[in-house]
């Protein structure tokens, strides 16, 4: 196979509606890894995804927290890290507790501690489904101050648009994902997937086209157009489907794609194709 590294988010791609990794796609990363380096690119902490890198043996660099931080898995440490500056923090916040939303706030990576302004349902949900504990602290301002990898603001579908509307319009200088349809994540300045997956590429010098990125959401969609293979979820949002080079319905989808393609490793834009 031509490609180098093959790039994963983790909810709504790799992982079941359950938290796990299917059996199937266990086992072709398995396979996938003896030809390519494999990673992970997610939104999660560190605490949160460290189960799957370990299950899935993982040692290239993951991306964490949508790429506020690149963690290395064979020293432990953070090979980079950026924050939100306190006072950007703390506008963020401001804005986004104008509307009906659950903030959440996330301070550093070796802290596995979320912290949250009330234990409301979402939350208690939110924290379900990523076997995480949370701290509620009510006013979060305060906690912004040593300036934060990212907060993430769960709310109604429907309304989180606004949500989205009023941050872009309060702190320009942050970059605003929806991550989930139900989720709304603030990140620090000049922080998404792609860039950071282009570092990790530099670092490891593997040139982009020689990288496949595979994700579900539009906070997936910066690294999708990054790499040299972008491929999207058959669920994904059209925008993400109509930006990407395939659409997929599964991942071990991807073993054929990859046999057929490894002839090229600068496949040509074309139109995506659902499997």
């Known amino acids: 196979m031509r490609y180098a590294l093959v790039a994963f988010d983790l909810d709504g791609t790799l992982l079941a509606p359950d938290g796990a ?34 299950d899935l043996g993982i040692t290239t660099p993951v991306i964490l927290y949508h790429g506020a931080v690149v963690w290395d898995p064979e020293t432990g440490a ?16 401001a804005a986004a507790l104008r509307f009906p939303i659950h903030p959440q706030l996330y301070r550093t990576v070796d802290d596995p501690t979320i912290y ?10 939110f924290l379900a489904k990523e076997n995480r504990k949370a701290q509620a602290v009510g006013d979060l301002a305060p906690w912004a101050d040593q300036g934060p990898l990212k907060l993430l603001f769960i709310g109604d579908p429907v ?31 000049g922080v998404c997937k792609g860039e950071a997956l282009a570092w990790l590429c530099a670092r490891l010098g593997i040139p982009l086209e020689r990288v496949v990125a595979v994700g579900d959401q539009m906070s997936d969609l910066s690294m999708i157009e990054q790499a040299g293979l972008g491929v999207a979820m058959a669920h ?10 395939l659409v997929i319905a599964t991942i071990p989808s991807l073993q054929r794609i990859l046999g057929m393609e490894g002839c090229d490793p600068c496949p040509r834009r074309r139109p995506s194709v659902a499997l």
Do not use: C, N, W
């Open 21 to 54: 990794v299917p059996v199937a796609t266990h086992a072709f990363l398995e396979e996938l890894g003896r030809s390519a380096r494999v990673t992970l690119a997610t939104g999660r902490s560190l605490a949160s995804a460290r189960r799957y890198v370990v």
């Open 78 to 93: 953070p090979l980079r890290e950026h924050r939100i500056p306190p006072d950007l923090a703390r506008q963020a916040l």
């Open 116 to 125: 949250v302004a009330h234990l409301t349902p979402p939350i208690r949900a």
């Open 159 to 189: 309304g989180l648009g606004e949500v989205e509307d009023a941050l872009r319009q309060a702190v320009p200088e942050l970059t605003v994902v929806r991550s989930e349809r139900e989720y709304v994540e603030v990140l620090p300045p």
């Open 236 to 245: 994904a949002p059209a925008e993400v489907r109509a930006k990407a080079d």
